[in-house]
């Protein structure tokens, strides 16, 4: 087991470095200077570029940023009046977790609740009418949900706010547009896995035993039908902080994804590195947490 470990951290290790290199040279490639202003004199955007290091060469600034990175330093914002990349996450991340982890527990109560009726009810109509849920769920990305719920259930019913966040009601809304393509993969994951168990022996055995329905879905078929469900979890949790950057900016929510998306239209390279780098270490973190539980629970995984 130390040796299944081991070999998961390093890849993981690797994937974050690979991730921060790709991802310093591609910014690089982006054409324009986050300095560039009419209004502003060229002498004074030299001197910013070179407070900032801008002014030497790309090999140069790699080696620069990756030393700072290994001791802590993510930079300071280019456009945000001197502000550290690492105050910035640390103010606005909790936000974003917030409404991540908030989505998530619910589309996730809701997904395996969904996959166990299909389950049960297979070719039925309860089935066919989840399914059908959960293939829109899927196809209709956020950019389209969030506005539409907005109008519907907040401008014309105004059942819930539209904008903003800090009480409960403002949080339904973002929780469902967020969480909407997670309850559709656990609802087709659960599915898949309960009706691939159905006809195993000792699911067999306990309906010979004289165990209820019930008993028999939730103490056998349910049990064994998780392994699926805790390996995309990992995916899962990252896909819906990440997935927040969208849906905050549809509800002017103010969390990390504002800042992201605002660093990628003026050019702000220390905030761009400093948010890619840690949601890429969050979902690669997320993936080593499962493939550890995931060797824990099937041994065959160690072995492979």
């Given at each position: 087991m130390t040796k299944f470990i081991l070999k998961r951290v390093c890849i993981a290790i690797t994937t974050v470095f690979v991730l921060a290199t790709l991802t310093f040279f591609l910014m690089k490639m982006i054409p324009g200077d986050p300095f560039l202003n009419e209004k502003v004199k060229p002498n004074v955007q030299e001197l910013q570029r070179k407070y900032y290091g801008l002014d030497k060469p790309v090999w140069q600034q790699y080696l620069t940023?990756?030393?700072?990175?290994?001791?802590?330093?993510?930079?300071?914002?280019?456009?945000?009046?001197?502000?550290?990349?690492?105050?910035?996450i640390m103010e606005t991340f909790p936000v974003s977790a917030k409404l991540g982890l908030t989505s998530l527990f619910f589309a996730e109560i809701i997904g395996l609740g969904f996959g166990m009726l299909c389950a049960q009810f297979r070719g039925k109509w309860p089935d066919y009418l989840?399914?059908?849920?959960?293939?829109?769920?899927?196809?209709?990305?956020?950019?389209?949900?969030?506005?539409?719920?907005?109008?519907?259930?907040?401008?014309?019913?105004?059942?819930?706010?539209?904008?903003g966040w800090g009480t409960a009601a403002q949080m339904v809304l973002p929780s469902i547009v967020l969480g909407m393509s997670t309850i559709a993969n656990t609802t087709r994951s659960m599915r898949a896995?309960?009706?691939?168990?159905?006809?195993?022996?000792?699911?067999?055995?306990?309906?010979?035993?004289?165990?209820?329905?019930?008993?028999?879905v939730l103490k056998h078929e349910?049990?064994?039908?998780?392994?699926?469900?805790?390996?995309?979890m990992g995916v899962s949790i990252a896909?819906?902080?990440?997935?927040?950057?969208?849906?905050?900016?549809?509800?002017?929510?103010?969390?990390?994804?504002?800042y992201f998306v605002d660093s990628i239209s003026t050019l702000d390279y220390p905030v761009i590195m400093g948010t890619t780098i840690f949601y890429g270490t969050f979902l690669v973190v997320m993936n080593l947490?499962?493939?550890?539980?995931?060797?824990?629970?099937?041994?065959?995984?160690?072995?492979?």
């Amino acid at each position: 087991m130390t040796k299944f470990i081991l070999k998961r951290v390093c890849i993981a290790i690797t994937t974050v470095f690979v991730l921060a290199t790709l991802t310093f040279f591609l910014m690089k490639m982006i054409p324009g200077d986050p300095f560039l202003n009419e209004k502003v004199k060229p002498n004074v955007q030299e001197l910013q570029r070179k407070y900032y290091g801008l002014d030497k060469p790309v090999w140069q600034q790699y080696l620069t940023y990756m030393g700072n990175l290994l001791k802590g330093d993510m930079g300071i914002s280019l456009t945000k009046a001197g502000r550290s990349v690492s105050s910035i996450i640390m103010e606005t991340f909790p936000v974003s977790a917030k409404l991540g982890l908030t989505s998530l527990f619910f589309a996730e109560i809701i997904g395996l609740g969904f996959g166990m009726l299909c389950a049960q009810f297979r070719g039925k109509w309860p089935d066919y009418l989840l399914m059908v849920v959960a293939i829109v769920g899927i196809a209709m990305p956020s950019m389209v949900l969030g506005p539409l719920l907005r109008y519907y259930l907040g401008v014309k019913a105004k059942l819930f706010p539209v904008t903003g966040w800090g009480t409960a009601a403002q949080m339904v809304l973002p929780s469902i547009v967020l969480g909407m393509s997670t309850i559709a993969n656990t609802t087709r994951s659960m599915r898949a896995s309960m009706l691939s168990v159905t006809t195993q022996d000792y699911v067999k055995t306990a309906k010979a035993k004289g165990l209820s329905q019930p008993e028999v879905v939730l103490k056998h078929e349910m049990k064994n039908s998780m392994v699926p469900i805790l390996t995309n979890m990992g995916v899962s949790i990252a896909s819906v902080l990440m997935g927040s950057f969208v849906v905050e900016q549809i509800f002017l929510i103010p969390g990390l994804g504002k800042y992201f998306v605002d660093s990628i239209s003026t050019l702000d390279y220390p905030v761009i590195m400093g948010t890619t780098i840690f949601y890429g270490t969050f979902l690669v973190v997320m993936n080593l947490i499962v493939d550890i539980l995931y060797g824990l629970v099937d041994p065959r995984i160690r072995v492979q």
